[in-house]
């Protein structure tokens, strides 16, 4: 599905993996609202990404963001998830909200430690309620790569309980430039979450610059699951 006519918040733009995210679809002729818990600096970053891709960029605090998007992206860590999504709960029920939340808990980055709901995406849609269509994705993308107009060898398993979601979250990845692929029911987002947290031991252990991971196989354009 189609995202060409959709505005999309991105909650969170002002961080690192929120900001690349907001400029590879900004560069992809994608509306953007880039929200932040301050209004201010949310601005500020959106003043400075027009003025880098020469196109109109809307910013305002998270929750009139959200209210003003058609899609959510949720780029905050894993700490301020549950206050972020609490935030904007009452102005995302019936959109669908992407979650990239991975539950790093520092200092032990480089361990798997996901929450007692089983991963971060399953605690998300606890959080925000039946109503919201949740996905979660971009879990194992390196975000300074991604900042890049660099081609990045990393594929983007989406999940979420809903099929026509998904197609619209494989859609936004896709405009970042990224091949976005079902991965099945949103407990399964458990995978990608604890995946990164292998990803990040692999880089210290072998001084990669952001490794990620790729399908291999032929794979049917037209999924049936």
Known sequence: MSTSNHVIAVIGATGQLGAA??????????????????????????KALASETGKEVAADANAAAAAAADVVIVTVPYAAQRATLTEIAGVVSGKIVIDTTVPLMPPKVMRVQLPEEGSAAVAAQKILGPS???????????????????KIACDVLVFGDERAARDVAIDVVSRCGLRGLHGGALCNS????????????????????????????????????
Do not use: C, M, W
């Open 21 to 46: 995210i907001a400029r590879r679809l900004v560069l992809a002729g994608t509306k953007v609202i880039v929200g932040s818990r301050d209004a201010g600096r949310a601005q500020e970053a959106a």
């Open 190 to 225: 458990a995978a990608a979450e604890a995946l990164t947290s292998v990803l990040i031991f692999i880089n210290k252990t072998y001084s990669s610059d952001g490794a990620g991971i790729e399908i291999t196989g032929t794979l049917n354009e037209r999924p049936t699951a």
């Open 132 to 150: 919201v269509r949740l996905v979660s994705a971009f879990h194992n993308v390196p975000a300074h790569k991604l900042a890049t107009d660099e």
